[in-house]
């Protein structure tokens, strides 16, 4: 079966930086668009970054432009994250999602946290 596995995430001090990392297995990347959500307790999951396939065109929400970098390697299956200048708010499970027109895929998710 098709699965996402996120790494990368930890304890990081505000104003620090992390690089999470998406691995797929029995899945090829290169045909989905990929993303990043976070999402707190009580929360919605929010969008945080996202990249498309033939172009690679990326888009990313208000709170982390300028910050953040999603990047993508359809060689190794995998989609990344570089998050700089964390700030405390953005403590949260990181998830990945691949999506092909009606079918998202899903990783477990990696905790962030921004504090000191």
């Known amino acids: 079966q098709v699965q996402l596995v996120e790494s990368g995430g930890g304890l990081v001090q505000p104003g620090g930086s992390l690089r999470l990392s998406c691995e797929g297995f029995?899945?090829?990347?290169?045909?989905?668009?990929l993303s990043w959500y976070r999402q707190t307790p009580g929360k919605d999951r929010e969008l945080v970054a996202y990249?498309?396939?033939?172009?690679?065109?990326?888009s990313y929400a208000d709170a982390v432009k300028g910050r953040s970098a999603i990047s993508r390697d359809n060689v190794k299956n995998a989609v990344y994250l570089q998050m700089n200048s964390l700030k405390p708010e953005e403590t949260a499970v990181y998830y990945c999602?691949?999506?092909?027109?009606?079918?998202?895929?899903w990783g477990q998710g990696t905790q962030v946290t921004a504090s000191s």
């Open positions: 990249i498309g396939t033939i172009s690679g065109s990326t």
């Open positions: 029995r899945v090829s990347f290169s045909l989905y668009s």
């Open positions: 999602e691949a999506a092909l027109v009606k079918i998202n895929y």
